[in-house]
């Protein structure tokens, strides 16, 4: 991730990785900031659940649409898997 706060170079003009913690750290917030949004969007605001099965099958809408069809900010306002096919390359063998 080139200019982010955490991507450092030893040397100018070199990138580096990130170290384990901060990778870590990243995942985590990603993790809390989806968790956070999931709960907001689907348990709180739908239902109300009468079973099990109910809040099973509203997960899974819910996962698809966030992973298909959902529009992303950072992917021009786009749904994921539009992004993927336009910007994809065929492999070339």
């Known amino acids: ?3 982010h706060p955490l991507h450092r170079t030893s040397r100018p003009g070199r990138r580096r990785g990130l170290g384990r913690l901060e990778g870590r750290f990243i995942r985590q917030r990603s993790r809390e900031a989806f968790n956070s949004l999931f709960k907001a969007e689907l348990i709180r605001n ?3 659940w009468t079973g099990i099965n109910d809040v ?5 809408e819910y996962v ?3 992973n298909q069809r959902r529009l992303h900010g950072d992917l021009d306002h786009v749904p994921p898997t539009e992004f993927e ?3 994809s390359t065929p492999a070339m063998w």
């Open 85 to 87: 096919a336009l910007h």
């Open 46 to 48: 739908k239902g109300p």
């Open 56 to 60: 099973e099958i509203a997960v899974a």
């Open 1 to 3: 991730m080139p200019g």
């Open 64 to 66: 698809e649409w966030f």
